[in-house]
């Protein structure tokens, strides 16, 4: 009988906003995350294996890391990789977890530079292990004799041909663990991250936690505005002298307000 082959799973999401990346932070650290398909007696054997400790610190390092560098509007802020293997290999490759951590971390600082690696961590609390990257797609380009950083995805991934080179590389990394890469031009759909999912619910959810984590995002950044424009406003008025103008005509308004609501009665 013919032993079936073991493959390597690779994929890679763009992520262009602050809130997905949240959500998937929480996601790979368990933060405040119920997953139906998470055995939580096995929990223990998750592996932190890069990057801060917590969603705060790593939301934190990202945003010291783009500090210095220029952002294109609606732009990729990180691709979120997640690198996997065959259900079957699953025993195979759990007594030797270490090893196969420390192949993945080794191929990703090759492939992409450690300094770039926002998080590097392996779930093995699900059916099947699997180890998610956060990297930040920073290059060096030429701009105006300058050498400046920039963030740009399609240079770091490149077209289907340099996409094809990645997973094959990946899948030589791999092959220490009896896993092979699989056929190019297959139609053979590739495992995503919400697939990793047991039903179509977990998927929503975990749609439903990014669009929230944006939201949130975007809510904090407009009370931050109008505290700006609060303190600015309360610096006019102690220049001027006009807190006492003001304070009276509130106590007016306040009265012409009683006013039409005793009228009303």
């Not at 959810?205 to 609060?230: G, P, S």
């Amino acid at each position: 009988m013919t032993k079936s082959k073991c493959y390597v799973v690779s994929d890679v999401k763009k992520l262009k906003s602050n809130g997905e990346i949240l959500s998937l932070i929480k996601h790979v650290l368990r933060e405040d995350v119920e997953l139906k398909n998470v055995d939580k007696e096995k929990k223990y054997l998750n592996h932190h294996i890069k990057g801060k400790g917590t969603s705060a610190e790593i939301m934190a390092d990202l945003k010291e890391k783009l500090k210095t560098v220029k952002k294109r509007k609606n732009g990729v802020l990180c691709l979120a990789f997640l690198l996997s293997h065959s259900h079957e290999q699953e025993d195979k490759i759990r007594s030797r977890r270490k090893e196969w951590n420390t192949a993945n971390l080794d191929w990703l600082k090759k492939t992409y530079g450690e300094e770039n690696l926002l998080l590097v961590a392996s779930n093995n609390d699900e059916k099947t292990g699997h180890i998610h990257a956060l990297v930040i797609p920073k290059v060096k380009k030429m701009v105006k004799g300058k050498e400046l950083d920039r963030l740009d995805a399609f240079t770091v991934l490149g077209d289907r041909t340099k996409m094809r080179q990645m997973h094959t590389s990946y899948a030589e990394a791999m092959k220490p663990f009896g896993l092979v890469r699989g056929e190019e031009g297959s139609m053979a759909r590739k495992l995503s991250l919400p697939e990793m999912y047991t039903n179509k619910k977990e998927e929503r959810d975990y749609q439903e936690r990014v669009q929230l984590h944006t939201r949130v995002r975007l809510l904090e950044k407009e009370v931050h505005a109008y505290k700006r424009k609060l303190k600015v406003a309360a610096e006019v008025i102690k220049e001027h002298g006009l807190q006492e103008e003001i304070n009276s005509l509130i106590k007016k308004q306040i009265e012409e307000e009683k006013g039409i609501e005793v009228a009303n009665s």
